[in-house]
T-cell receptor, first 114, second 113 residues
């Protein structure tokens, strides 16, 4: 059974703080993704990574950065949190390329920036 | 890049009726179309998917159809039950590095008993 975990379910931060969201998967998946989920906007891709130390921008990378130092761990960093980054953040992973596209999601982190 | 639009944003049906959710995509290179279901407070989970070499796929009460020419695909749920109530997301992928998915905006389905 694939397990994707996220470091926090709920987080409250102040404007300007540096925020770290961590995601860990235990199935040796090559690909990892960070999305934010907002009502009516679906799941929007922030960044993804298809290998250790590799990262690619998604549709809304502004204000975010990522780190993938180990295959199982993908971190999302908000360098200076702003109120418009209040959202639900979902991490996902998938096995690899080819016909192995199914993404497995973590439980999500609801971030509130005051 | 790819753009996926999903309609309707909310859908209310009576238990036992059918529900249809429609999505359109813009990138003709897209060849993989999954559907995810997200129950309240839970993570999205894959329920069915279809590839561009197939026009229809069924799994019990769920079916997905794909029209490549028109660039649209639909999810059909028959004999709806209260446990079908959830938010459904369609997505599209062209199979590039990382198999990146572009998601639609989601449909909140409510099945009234």
């Amino acid at each position: 059974d694939v397990k994707v975990t996220q470091s926090s379910r709920y987080l409250v931060k102040r404007t300007g703080e540096k925020v770290f969201l961590e995601c860990v998967q235990d199935m040796d998946h090559e690909n990892m993704f960070w999305y934010r989920q907002d009502p009516g906007l679906g799941l929007r891709l922030i960044y993804f990574s298809y290998d250790v130390k590799m990262k690619e921008k998604g549709d809304i990378p502004e204000g975010y950065s990522v780190s993938r130092e180990k295959k199982e761990r993908f971190s999302l960093i908000l360098e200076s949190a702003s109120t418009n980054q209040t959202s639900m953040y979902l991490c996902a992973s998938s096995l690899g390329t080819g016909r192995r596209e199914t993404q497995y999601f973590g439980p999500g982190t609801r971030l509130l920036v005051l | 890049g790819e753009n996926v639009e999903q309609h309707p944003s909310t859908l209310s049906v009576q238990e036992g009726d059918s529900a249809v959710i429609k999505c359109t995509y813009s990138d003709s290179a897209s060849n993989y179309f999954p559907w995810y279901k997200q129950e309240l407070g839970k993570r999205p989970q894959l329920i069915i998917d279809i590839r561009s070499n197939v026009g229809e796929k069924k799994d019990q009460r769920i079916a997905v159809t794909l029209n490549k020419t028109a660039k649209h695909f639909s999810l059909h749920i028959t004999e709806t039950q209260p446990e079908d109530s959830a938010v459904y997301f369609c997505a599209a992928s062209s199979g590039n590095a990382g198999n990146m998915l572009t998601f639609g905006g989601g449909t909140r389905l409510m099945v009234k008993p």
